[in-house]
């Protein structure tokens, strides 16, 4: 999506250069590109309209300051909502929780939990200097324990060991005294992948999330899921806590 949206912005410096103004003429091409380069990447009709009306209004009119040419000056707008679009800058952990600091991190099957799992690992244990402890309660999936294992030894991160016949509540539960124990700083829960027909795998979230009482959750899903993953997002939210008041969430 971001190499066709890049070539169509390209375009639009050409277009608006030698303009002295930006106009709904001049750029209702540009943002016909840009509107079928987001619907071809399956964003959600309402969010583009809603995403090109905001970007048209705060267009209209603006006067080019006498360093920048219109083209520059549509580009910015079209970055600063883009950002937006995707939620902004994140604020990233506070970290000020008592320790052991709680990640949770649900999903879809094959979306790279595991892997997110050892990356945020990392960078807490390298540019945060935090004692980080990771676990896997996916006992569903062949060598997924291992999986998290190996990838706790490569980053530097301790590993809380699991029986893959345990029961994963049990395995969370017991992470958290072992985190509370060895006085580390983050806890990251690994979850098993879910779809958001499974209300087993939902409910077993939901019971994991009660019992370490998470400071974040994060959502991790493929970037080229498309809509999928907006309605898997909203079904975990709307199902995920039972009446559970959470810290922080990231889906």
Known sequence: MFENLSQKLSRTVQNLRGKGRITDDNIG??????????LEADVALPV????IDT???????VEVATSLTPGQVFISLLHRELVALM??????????????????????QGAGKTTTAAKLARW?????KKRVLLVSTDV????AILQLQR???QVGAEFHAA???????AIASTALEAAKRGLFDVLIVDTAGRLHVDDELMQEMQAIDRSVVAHERLFVVDAMAGQDALNSARAQRSARFNGHHPHQSRW
């Open 29 to 38: 091409e540009t943002l016909r590109e840009v509107r079928m380069a987001l």
């Open 48 to 51: 583009v309209k809603r995403f």
């Open 55 to 61: 970007v048209r209004e705060k267009a209209q009119g």
């Open 87 to 108: 939620g902004g800058a994140s604020e990233g952990f506070s970290l000020r929780a008592q320790p052991p600091y709680v990640v949770l991190l649900a999903g879809l």
């Open 124 to 128: 807490l244990i390298q540019s945060q």
């Open 140 to 143: 569903r999936r062949p060598a």
């Open 151 to 153: 990838l706790a030894q």
């Open 163 to 169: 029986d893959g016949r345990e029961d994963p509540l």
